[in-house]
Each structure stands twice: as C-alpha cells, then as structure tokens.
C-alpha cells in the first residue's frame, strides 16, 4: 500500500504544480481575470507554444492551423508531455457547417503484441510496461494533418516554422522542466543524455535546451507530411529502434495507421449541452459525474463545501467503477452508453447515495492505471472555429525510447492497459483500438459554442473537468476563475485528494464522515487545465474572447491582439 501513495507522490510532484493556500491567492496568481482578445484566443502550457499558435492567427490561419503549430511547438517545449512519438484525443468545432467532431489520434495496438509479457509471471512485467513493449502507435502527426487537409487555410510547412526554429536555436528550461529531467535523466539512452545533459549531467533550470535531431525530424514532417513518420526515414528508424529493443511496433503498424473522425456524445447540464469525445476514448464517466451531480442544487449547495464535496466525491467513485466496468473499443464491446447518459439511470445511482457517510470503494475486480505527463491546449480564431486537444506519451518521456538521429520520444501508452483479468474489455488486445482516458470538452449555450476546457492528470482529467464546468455553470465563474479555485479527485483504492485553500472545517467534517483525505502541499496539485470562452454578437457572430491557464502550471493563455 505504501508504494501506490509514493507513486501518487510521485505522479503529483512530476505534474509541475502550485498550490496555495487561499483560493483568492490561487486566482490571483494569474491575474484573477482572464485574457482577453477580440481576434481569437490560444490558451497553452508554454508560453512559446501560446506564441506559435497566436502567430498562426495573426497571419491569417483558423484554429485548425494554430493546432498543428502548437502540437509541434509543445514537442519541443514539453518534450516529456507529449509529441510524434505521442497519442492524444482532439475535439473541433466547424464554424462552417455548425458541427462538432471527435478525432481520434490513439491509433492501435501493435499487431504482434503479446500481452502476457505485461503480467505475472513474466518476470519482467513491470519493467516491459515501461520500455519498448509498451510502445504503441503513434497517431498524432496523422490526426494534425487530417485537420490541416480538411480544414486549414495555410501551407502545411508553414504550420511547423515557430517549432522548427525552437528546436534548432533551444530554449531556456523552467524549473518545473528540469526537475523531470532530472528525475529520469539515469533512464534515458546516451545517444538523449548527449542534449538533454552537459557534461554527464542533467540540465539545470536556466539553462539552453537544444534538439537539432528533432528539429530535423520536424523539418522532415514538414516536407513530406505524415507519410515521414508513416512509412518514411522517421518509421523506418522508429522500426530500427524497436528491433534493437525488442519492442513490438512495426514499420507496417505505422503504415496502418489512420487518424479517425468519430461523433461526439453529450448530455445536458442545467441550460448547456456538454460534449466530449465518444468510445474509443473513455471519457464518458466524465458526463455520468455531471449527470448524476445534475440531480443535485450545487449552487445551494455552496462551492466546496462539505456538502458539495461529499456528493461530488461519492459521484466520482461510482463513474470511476463504470470506467473499469464498460469501457471498451466502440466496434468490439461497446459501452452501454444510452443506459449510463440517461437521467433514469443518473436518478436510480444518486438515490443510493448515503448523504450522511462516505462509501468505500469496491472496484469490478479490474486494475487501474494512470496516465499522468499529458498536456492539454485550446484555440479559437474569430471566425468560431475551435480545436480543444489533449496529447500525451503516458509516463514523462514515454518509454524513454529515441529513436537515433530523431530527437523523438516515443509513448509507453500500452503501460495504461488493464492488465487483470487477462482478456477484460481494456487489455492490449493485439490490433485492437488503444483506448485513452482523455476528455476534452466543449460547451454549447443556446446553439453557440461558449468554452472548450480540457486538462491533463490521468484519472483525475474525468474528475477536473467536470468540477471546472459546474465552477463555470453552477457556480457563475469567469474561466480563468473556474480553472484555478481549488479541486479534488478520488485516488483508488479510497483516497480523497484535496487542494489547499478548501476550508479546513470542510475537511475536517469530510474526514469525520468517513473519507480519508491526503491534503496537497506546494508544490503539489491536481491537473495543468486550459480553456476559452467566447461571446457572440447581437447577429450571432464571436466578437470577444477569453483564455484561461492554469496557475499550477507555466502556461499562458494570449490572443492575437494580446502583446507577447
């Protein structure tokens, strides 16, 4: 027991985080107000990233442009969180044809992956869970060109020009960035010591951090498009790579791979209809917190107060149970969604609710993972048009595999299957769908896109975002508000982590009714969110934008009538 709170320790320390001790202090730390901007809005976890989108905007690309500028800005920027080596989940407005549209980016499982080498009584089943059998298929390049081909207003090569300049002249690296060099610098493979260290050292804060390896790789994509990474020298030396490591990805799984649009799913929330994505991603426990919290006042109820909490808490725990219970690959065992998105159904499990004492968790005999080193950005431009992202290589620096002579990190993502029992719906399941946690959501209010918020944090992303949107709807919050006030989120196996600045009297009745509370000091914190909201003219039309970031984190949020 004590090794899964040290890795919730760990999980918790490598996500960046500020806490405070004040909610007041907390948004005050980012201004309190949010950015605003009549031309568009980039909300980011780096501001360079932020940079590279805005600079799209003001040169005449939609948001769809901006994505693929701030996905590769971030590979280089975040190069632990996410990149060509990475999966994500991508949700779109279309301005145009009033529709929003659900891109998937996991890709699938290796086809000649043997998934009893992630379980007992392989002797080596934790470690291939982080190394080079944990690989899977990457699909980010393909999702960011499926956009730019279906949407985009500017040349391709032109979307990678702010990251290729980054990774070729470096960049100073924050605090927050060197610590998780630091923390895995002894697991990299020489050939990536030889950059991210000087002199057999970690690089410090401050100091220049220069990928000219992934700068070739960006120039490569840019060129050539995704086919570089699909079949071209990148996925021939990915391949290399693997069968130097023993890892199961192929040249021919690469070449598979395809970026699929799917339909979202929503439910109603009070006046607002709230859309995430659908299966394969498993973010629909997100809409049964919010439907289930739907049967309650929780503006009468008071922001985190032991009421709200407790209810919240309890909510959590059974969406959580339904994840481990339903989720599965939409075309192999679909789950039940028209029964778990129901108000019949959200009414029959609030009722079981004891409102008077905490219950212990009892899980569906399933194991649960976190994927917890994510990143997460939004962009608007002022015709409407929105794209909220979530991207990620599951742990920071993925498997910690790089590709020689690429600059690329490449995703451990098959280290966040269920592994017991063997065969259960989120197993790795050769060739199948990789399913992710991600949820990325948007918000509709009478027939308008009004906020598109997402975060990275594991199993927490389902438990942050749903308490983002009732700050924002229940509780009447501006954005950069309703991402920065304190949050928590169920731990299995029964663990309730709290921020600082929630009323100890709140967390003392919450202990004395049976939850068991872990209170997370500085520099601790649940989630790195980043959101826009939008508001219409009289005829319908965007004319102000507003970007929140998180103060746990080193992002920025700008529009391009914002000063850099």
């Known amino acids: 027991m004590w090794l899964k709170y040290a890795l919730i320790f760990t999980f918790l320390l490598f996500m960046g985080c500020t806490g405070q001790t004040e909610t007041s202090n907390l948004i005050k730390k980012t201004k309190q107000l949010p950015s605003i901007s009549g031309q568009g809005m980039v909300s980011t976890a780096h501001p360079l990233a932020t940079e590279a989108g805005t600079k799209i905007l003001k040169k005449g690309g939609n948001a769809f442009d901006a994505a693929v500028a701030i996905a590769a800005a971030l590979n280089v920027v975040e190069p632990m969180m996410s990149g060509i080596g990475g999966y994500g989940t991508i949700l779109i407005y279309d301005a145009e044809k009033e529709k929003i549209r659900f891109l998937d980016s996991s890709g699938r499982i290796p086809q000649a992956l043997y998934s009893d080498v992630f379980r007992k009584p392989n002797p080596d089943y934790l470690k291939n869970r982080r190394g080079a059998k944990a690989v899977s298929t990457p699909g980010n390049v393909n999702a960011w060109e499926a956009m730019s081909k279906e949407y985009g207003k500017l040349e391709w090569d032109e979307l990678f ?98 970026a699929e649009w799917w339909k979202p799913i929503h439910i109603t929330y009070r006046d607002c209809e709230v859309y995430t994505a659908s299966p394969p991603a498993t973010a629909f426990p997100s809409l049964i917190r919010l439907g289930m919290m739907s049967r309650f006042d929780a503006a009468e109820l008071g922001h985190n107060t ?177 991402i920065a006030v304190p949050r928590v989120s169920f731990i299995e196996p029964d663990l309730l982590l709290v921020e600082e600045g929630i009323n100890k009297k709140v967390l003392n009745k919450l202990k004395s009714i049976g939850h068991k509370l872990r209170v997370l000091k500085k520099p601790e914190g649940i989630g790195n969110a980043h959101g826009l909201a939008i508001e219409y003219d009289s005829e319908g039309n965007p004319f102000k934008f507003f970007g929140g970031t998180d103060p746990r984190g080193e992002g920025k949020a700008a529009g391009i009538t914002d000063s850099l």
């Not at 493979?189 to 790789?217: C, H, I, R, T, W």
């Not at 939409?330 to 609710?353: F, G, M, Q, R, V």
């Not at 993925?398 to 280290?415: C, H, Q, Y």
Request: proline letters at 6%.
């Open 161 to 258: 020009e702010s990251a290729i300049k980054i990774a070729q002249d470096g960049f100073v690296i924050s605090k927050g960035t060197a610590r998780m060099i630091k923390s895995a610098f002894n697991s990299f493979p020489e050939y990536a010591m030889g950059f991210y260290g000087q002199d057999g050292n970690p690089l410090k804060a401050g100091s220049l951090l220069v990928q000219k390896d992934l700068a070739g790789s960006l120039k490569q994509i840019a060129d050539k498009g995704a086919k570089a990474v699909y079949g071209g020298k990148i996925g021939q030396a990915i391949e290399t790579e693997m069968i130097k490591s023993s890892g199961f990805l192929s040249l021919d799984d690469l070449i598979a791979d395809r």
């Open 306 to 482: 032991t009421a709200y909490l407790h209810r919240f808490a309890e909510v959590t725990k059974h969406a959580f149970w339904c994840r481990l219970k339903y989720a599965g690959d939409p075309e192999i065992d679909p789950p039940p969604l028209d029964k778990l998105l129901s108000e019949n159904y959200w009414e029959e499990e609030t009722a079981k609710i004891n409102m008077d004492k905490a219950k212990p968790f009892e899980p569906p005999k399933n194991e649960m993972h976190q994927g917890i080193n994510t990143t997460h950005f939004v962009a608007a431009d002022r015709w409407g048009n929105i794209v909220c992202a979530t991207q990620t290589l599951g742990n920071a620096f993925g498997s910690r595999i790089m590709p020689e002579d690429t600059g690329i990190w490449l995703n451990n993502s098959l280290a966040y299957c269920n592994f017991e029992p063997k065969g259960n719906p989120m197993d790795a399941h050769a060739g199948q769908r990789k399913l992710s946690g991600d949820c990325p959501y948007i918000i509709m209010r009478e027939g308008k896109p009004w906020v598109a918020v997402g975060t990275p944090g594991g199993h927490t992303i389902g438990q942050t975002v749903p308490q983002i949107v009732m700050n924002l709807i229940d509780f009447k919050m501006n954005i950069q508000a309703a």
